[in-house]
Every structure is written in structure tokens, then in C-alpha cells.
């Protein structure tokens, strides 16, 4: 390798050993509050790739002014008589972020002061860092299947999408699409498109090729970022998953099985669906709240989509918004205080939320609030169990050096009946 000041490497390996977390959940827009609530935690689990965690339910029904009756109903196995203690077996999922230095690029840093050398090689390995933390941010928020969007309309150079959801895209990105999100094979697996523009006004995505001819002519089909579905049909089950299964896979009220857990119609398990069709965004904040109130649930923040939060200012007066300070390291978020029965709760927008879709329920609560279960030492880590930070590549006629960061884990909600999902919110 050229030569790099040998205390570089020390310095980089140890700055993504102290640093990493703090580089994740640094201030930025493109951090969620959802993200930022999250709690990470390390679990060294022994199934390989799968972790274990309590599925936390409500009372039970083993109470009676008879006690004979409560000792029967207690002790005799019934379905929901006491608190469920079984636990939800989740399977992990990974993301790669990969780095990579030119020779021509190492070179140019030669005979450089150490602080330059390290400034430069960190700045580009923490734009890997932040990669994985934007994909986190973003899935974290959906059911666990990648698709980015639903296809409205569709051309020989171009696809158009909700202009709300064009924040999913980026210039560069590879893309596949399926008649469905979770069947159906995919269309243009061995020939994806590359994203070539991005119009956030209209939705419009520019493509490298003809969606019609390499995918269908069709204006119905779900989009996907290449990599992060399987190829061939799915078929629904969770297994086939390569992304987190988020917040809206944990709280699906018409979901019949979650973790090979059956939960079909017990809202304890499913969360609690409120429909909120023919309201207005405040109305149907305030039937959240109140559907929590009659479930004896607290609720301290619901999440809403952006629309609804633009639709929210207009409601109110937005110099009425506080800030409020979320997460193990306190990140700060506008947001309206809804009052309730329970006291205040904070209404705060997320990015990559469903338009159409909120949720309720108890997000900085440490017991019963969202998490990042990792198997890493870190959220995300440097992958250096060989012992290098950097592979030479060579292949190809190539003379580079990759690295890579990686996560390792899954979104985890202990307690979905905690929970409560708004369907049917106004759009306009």
C-alpha cells in the first residue's frame, strides 16, 4: 500500500470503535424521529441468525370476585387468561455499505500531514456510515418488504410516483420492480435501471432504459432498490425478507402472523387499528388519543406523515410548535403538543411514513418503546474480523482498496398492542 502514515489506520480503526454511534445519530435531517427513538441493543444471540424477545402483552382475564373462579381461569391454560409468556423469535437481516479508495486517490493523500490523511480517508468512510443510517432511518418506518413506491405512471425513459414518496430516490440507484410487494418475481432482476433523475415536484424518475420493455407496461407495478428483495416469488413469508421489518409490520392490525406467532384478531399482539376516514388531520389525531384513553393506553407521540404535518401547520399555528429532545442522545424535533387524557402528546413527522397512515403509542417509553436489536458490537460496524480495514482489489484490471461497513439486526416492538395504527388519514 502507499504510503499512508502509519498512525492513520490506528486512528480510523479506533474512531469507528468510539465514534460510530455519535457519527449514526448526529443531528440531520434525514434521521426519523422513529430512528432516533429507537434503542440499540447489542444481543448475542445462539440461533445464528435469529434473536429472542419477550412478547409483552396486556393483563390477562384471571381476575373474578369468585376466587375459585380466578384460580380456574389462572391455572387452566386458557387463551388469554394470564399474561402471554412466549416470546417472538425474529430473524435478523444485513446491509452492507461499501468504500472504496483508488490507488490514484491514496496517492494523491501521500506526504500529507497525518491529520490530512486521516480527514480525508474518514470523510469518505463516514459517508458509508451515514448510507446505512439513512437506509435505517427509512426502513425502520415499513413492513419489511424494500418496495420504495407504487408506480402511477409510466413511459419509455421515465417513472412517475407520489411526489411525497420521491424522497425515497436517489441518482445512481439501481432499481427492479414486481407486480406486487410481497409476490410475484421480479422484472429486470439480471437487467436493473439506474435512477438518472429525480423531479421532487412531480415524482418523475428518470430511468437508464425502458421501464415498458425491461420490467412491463404496466402503471401498477412496485418499485424496489436492487438488492433488497429476493428475485423470485416471496410468496408473503417473512423468511424471504431482506429488509427490517418495521414499524408497520409490527403494528398491523390486520396482520395474521408476525415472527411464526399466530395473532389474528387479538389486538395485544396485532396493535389497535382506529379508522379515521372523513376526519381532519387534527380530528383524527384527537381519535387516536381518545381510542388510547378507552384502551387504558398511554400514549406519549404519533408519528404522522409528512402531508399531514404540512396540513397540521395550516391547522394550527405553527409558532406554537416546542421542541422536544428524543433518543439516548437527546435529539431535538419540532413538534405539536396534543392534549389528552394522559397529559400532553408530542406530534412529530416521519419522512418515510405511508400517506395515509399514523401511529400512536408509547415511543420513549424504555420498556415498551421501539428498538434496534444488533448482533455487531456496534449498530454498525467496521467489517474487520479478517484484520484488515482495507482489501486490495485487483480484479478486473482494477487497483483499488474496499472496505465496508455493515448492520446486522432487526427493528423490534416487545409490545405492538401498545400501539395503535390511524387508517384512512386525509391526504388533503
Known amino acids: ?29 434525514e434521521i426519523t424521529p422513529l430512528f432516533a427513538m429507537c434503542e ?4 448475542r ?41 412466549d ?53 425502520v418506518s415499513g413492513d419489511g418488504w424494500g418496495a420504495l413506491a407504487q408506480i402511477s405512471a409510466i413511459s419509455t425513459t421515465s417513472i412517475t410516483v407520489n411526489p411525497k414518496l420521491a424522497n425515497r430516490f436517489r441518482k445512481g440507484w439501481r432499481l427492479v420492480a414486481s407486480n406486487s410487494k410481497d409476490t410475484d418475481v421480479l422484472y429486470g432482476a439480471g437487467a436493473s435501471l439506474r435512477v438518472t433523475t429525480v423531479n421532487t415536484t412531480t415524482g418523475e424518475i428518470g430511468l437508464s432504459g425502458d421501464p415498458t420493455a425491461v420490467w ?8 424496489f432498490r436492487y438488492g433488497n428483495r429476493i428475485d423470485t416469488d416471496p410468496n408473503g413469508a417473512e423468511a424471504s425478507k431482506l429488509c427490517i421489518s418495521g414499524l408497520a409490520a409490527a403494528v398491523d392490525p390486520d396482520s395474521t402472523t408476525f415472527w411464526g406467532i399466530t395473532r389474528t ?14 376526519l381532519d388531520t387534527v380530528e383524527a389525531l384527537e381519535a387516536i388519543a381518545e381510542a388510547a384513553f378507552y384502551q387504558g393506553r398511554k400514549m ?47 406530534i412529530l413527522p416521519d419522512a418515510f411514513l405511508e400517506p395515509g397512515a399514523c401511529y400512536g403509542g408509547p415511543f420513549m417509553d424504555k420498556k415498551l418503546g421501539p428498538k434496534l436489536y444488533h448482533a455487531g458490537e456496534k449498530l454498525v460496524n ?35 398492542g401498545a400501539y395503535f395504527k390511524g387508517t384512512s388519514l386525509t391526504t388533503t
Not at 40 to 43: C, D, E, V
Not at 59 to 70: K, L, Q, S, T
Not at 315 to 337: H, N, P
Open 1 to 29: 500500500m502507499p504510503n499512508i502514515d502509519s498512525g492513520v489506520l490506528t486512528q480510523l480503526r479506533d474512531h469507528y470503535t468510539s465514534d460510530i454511534t455519535e457519527i449514526l445519530f448526529e443531528a440531520s435531517k
Open 40 to 43: 440499540s441493543k447489542m444481543i
Open 45 to 85: 444471540d445462539g440461533f445464528g441468525r435469529q434473536f429472542v424477545a419477550p412478547i409483552v402483552t396486556n393483563e390477562g382475564a384471571a381476575v373474578a370476585a369468585d376466587p375459585e373462579v380466578a384460580d380456574e381461569i389462572a391455572g387452566d391454560g386458557a387463551v388469554g387468561g394470564r399474561p402471554v409468556r
Open 87 to 139: 416470546r417472538w423469535v425474529i430473524t435478523r437481516v444485513s446491509m452492507d455499505s461499501t468504500f472504496v479508495f483508488t490507488r490514484d486517490e491514496i496517492l494523491a493523500i501521500e506526504g500529507k500531514s497525518a491529520d490530512e490523511q486521516f480527514d480525508v480517508m474518514a470523510d469518505e468512510m463516514d459517508k458509508a456510515v451515514i448510507r446505512i443510517r439513512n437506509l435505517l432511518s427509512e426502513q
Open 216 to 223: 412491463s407496461n404496466d402503471s401498477n407495478l412496485w418499485v
Open 265 to 278: 384478531g387479538d389486538p395485544d399482539l396485532t396493535g389497535h387499528e382506529v379508522d379515521l376516514v372523513g
Open 300 to 346: 406519549d407521540t404519533i408519528l404522522v406523515p409528512g402531508v399531514n404535518w404540512k396540513l397540521l401547520n395550516l391547522d394550527k399555528d405553527s409558532s406554537k410548535t416546542v421542541e422536544v429532545k428524543v433518543g439516548e442522545y437527546q435529539i431535538g424535533y419540532d413538534a405539536f403538543k396534543l392534549p389528552t387524557a394522559f397529559g400532553k402528546t408530542n
Open 382 to 416: 467496521l467489517d474487520a474480523f479478517d484484520g484488515k480495514d482495507f482489501e486490495r482489489q485487483t480484479a478486473n484490471g482494477a487497483r483499488e482498496f474496499k472496505g465496508q461497513f455493515f448492520f446486522s439486526g432487526q427493528f423490534v416492538l416487545e409490545a405492538p
